[in-house]
């Protein structure tokens, strides 16, 4: 690639009608001049923000050549720009053409009568993005099969995931910033169930979406008043999980006409996705003569129906839109398939930490406890973030990891940002919020179309940082090495 800032061009001559005029000189001093008056500007940037927050910036080319620093080692928290981490080692290690599956496998082969004559498992790869769609679609397939009934039961297996359901848990957070429902191997529709509450002339009936026996209902508790009396609606549920079932107490208080729905988590999402795929089961005309529960697969016969999700679609949920669920689900995984055993989140870690390693990254004092970067305990430098996003660029996965990222002014999280026509559709990044913590990280193509990398962290009072980190964007994408 060809290096701007060390450029030497030679006189550029234009000639029109066979007459010979000077267009543009430029020599490695105008190079310098315009990085230059770049850098100035970036300092002044910077200068209003420092005033209130510490900021750590690197910007750098793909050769790895520093074109701007400031506090680039300072040890910051990295909010949701921890993601870039985990979804470069779930790349680097399970390869950009993986998938995570979810299974029906039995424990006895399939008869020719079409009856199987044992368990049916349900066993979950960690898919964070599985439906009822999905499991209607392993149903259908169970048809195409030829699956007429099922003598055992139909179980769910959860075990790819160890115990800790609870992203405060393995982080050691106290503050929950986002509340997430339960982590699981095996889940559906993001582990909530929908409660719709419908009211005519003061008689209430409820419903569950998805509709399931693993739930239960119960609006006893709730008071009907009249449009005048208190009409403020005040709506109080309570979970149980008992009896493989998850009981929902709903209390307060409701108006006598009217609709309205509550998202609850799931206690046991394993319990629900058997249950609601066992609906689907019989929907079909296949028998399942016991029932739903939980179990684990310890004698898989033959696998009778598979759902693959592409890794690359995985990750460009949690990249693109910054998906806390499943970027915790993608940090479990990594977990659960590191050996040796223990528990799966200091096992993410070290996995982690291998691949920096292998990559020539320090990271001295990265601290990264969580998938998501909601750990306010989380804490990296921009150089770690940059070092990390070249090392990345390099590896045969690098086009797959850039194009799960936002594009600027295009899609995700950054839709509604950076659309000038400079920038849009020419910037790959992440971003990260939180209340005291800012982050712009990925790459930019500049003015000369060259590929620079960048990161912006912030923490402290950066409420006004968003406005900065696009001006330092723009900038990047407008410069020129050779001013036209």
Known sequence: MRHAHILR???????????????????????????????????????VLEKRAQVGVLIADTAGRT????????????????????????LALFGDTAAVRTR???????????????????????????????????????????????????????????????????????????????????????NRVRVLINVVRGRVTVQTLPLSPAFRVDASGLRVVASGERPRVRLHVHSAFRGGVQHITLQGRILRQGTWSLLVPMERPEAAAAAILLYRLRAVGISVDGGFGEGRCDRPVVVLAELARPLSAVLAVVNKESDNFVAEHLFKLLGATASPAGRQAERARQRLQELLWQWGIACDRCQLWDGSGL????????????????????????????QSLAVGGVDGTLQRRLKLPEVAGRLWAKTGTLRNASALAGYVLTGENELWLFAILSFGAVSQVKALEDSIVTALARFRFCPP
Do not use: M
């Open 9 to 47: 061009c030679a006189l550029l001559l234009v000639v029109f009608g066979g007459s010979s005029t000077v267009a543009a000189r430029c020599v490695a001093e105008d190079s310098a001049a315009a990085l230059a008056q770049l850098r100035a500007h970036l300092h002044s940037l910077l200068s």
């Open 67 to 90: 074109l701007f620093a400031h506090n680039a080692d300072a040890a910051l928290v990295p909010a949701s720009t921890t993601k870039l981490f985990w979804t470069a080692a779930a």
């Open 104 to 190: 029906l496998i039995a424990d006895a082969p399939v008869g020719a009568d079409g009856v199987v004559r044992g368990n049916l498992y349900l066993v979950g790869g960690g898919d964070a993005l599985l439906t009822v769609h999905d499991l209607e679609e392993l149903a259908e397939q169970l048809v195409r099969r030829g699956v007429r009934r099922i003598t055992g039961a139909l179980l769910a297996d959860g075990s790819l995931f160890d115990g800790e359901r609870s992203r405060l848990h393995y982080s050691g957070d106290v503050d929950v910033v986002e509340p997430l429902p339960p982590i699981t191997a095996l889940g559906v529709e993001r």
């Open 375 to 402: 750990s306010r305990r989380n804490r990296v430098s921009a150089a770690d973030v940059v070092g990390l996003l070249r090392s990345v660029g390099q590896q045969p996965f690098g086009v797959a990891f850039r």
